[in-house]
């Protein structure tokens, strides 16, 4: 049981002032690198952030939880 919860990662944004195309490629790496290491990982950002990465093809389709507490409940 414990080892299961070793596989999941909650990437927060929260103190992230600004979408651009660095942080959408760090993202995407992210979620690659957790995909192949098979990690469960839920993002976390601000309503305005989720607005902004679904302006980009390579992340339109991640879901956005508002709060830490939200991404644990998907996880």
Known sequence: MAAAQLN???LD???VSETNVSLIKLVI???QHCQ???VAIKL???S???EELKGFQETSQITVANSIGEAKAML
């Open 8 to 10: 999941k990662m909650i």
């Open 29 to 31: 790496t992210v979620f």
């Open 13 to 15: 944004m929260g103190g």
């Open 44 to 46: 976390v950002a601000t």
């Open 36 to 38: 192949k290491a098979n």
């Open 48 to 50: 305005k952030q989720g």
